[in-house]
């Protein structure tokens, strides 16, 4: 009995704990993001220690597009052809990013989002956990990076 008390405790201070996405947060989506780790739904995680590309956001008026970049040694990101139609969608208290290309429609649950942090979870329960990126600068040649 004292259990299951304590789980329904913690199960919910967890629902209560949701962070609310207002449609101000979704203009934090826009720049670079870097994969830190997936979680899949029985807990176990892959993590990233380094990643080849990055997710580029470019939202605006709640619609845009998700493109894959790879930052370079000088600061600057190449473009690759890869992208994703985005589609910002609120409902209810979940707010969800529709992703749309030529062969595929897919949606994500926003979990949480801030300025250095963002969790994403799909339909299979997987959840995403990326931070904010920036450019870096490995030839030390005195350029700024944008």
């Known amino acids: 009995m004292k259990n299951t008390f304590?789980?329904?405790?913690?199960?919910?201070?967890?629902?209560?704990?949701?962070?609310?996405?207002?449609?101000?947060?979704?203009?934090?989506?826009?720049?670079y993001w870097e994969i830190e780790k997936v979680v899949f739904e029985k807990g176990e995680e892959k993590e990233y220690k380094m990643n080849e590309t990055f997710d580029f956001f470019q939202i605006k008026d709640n619609k845009g597009v998700r493109t894959k970049v790879m930052p370079q040694f000088d600061g600057t990101f190449l473009t690759t052809d890869t992208f994703e139609n985005v589609s910002v969608r609120f409902k209810d208290e979940q707010v969800f990013l529709d992703y749309k290309t030529d062969y595929a429609k897919w949606s994500e649950e926003i979990v949480s989002i801030s300025d250095e942090k963002l969790v994403t979870r799909n339909q299979q329960k997987i959840e995403y956990h990326y931070k904010k990126a920036a450019p870096i600068n490995l030839l030390n040649d005195g350029e700024k990076t944008k």
């Open 6 to 31: 304590m789980i329904l405790v913690l199960s919910l201070l967890l629902v209560s704990c949701k962070q609310e996405i207002k449609p101000d947060d979704i203009k934090k989506l826009n720049g």
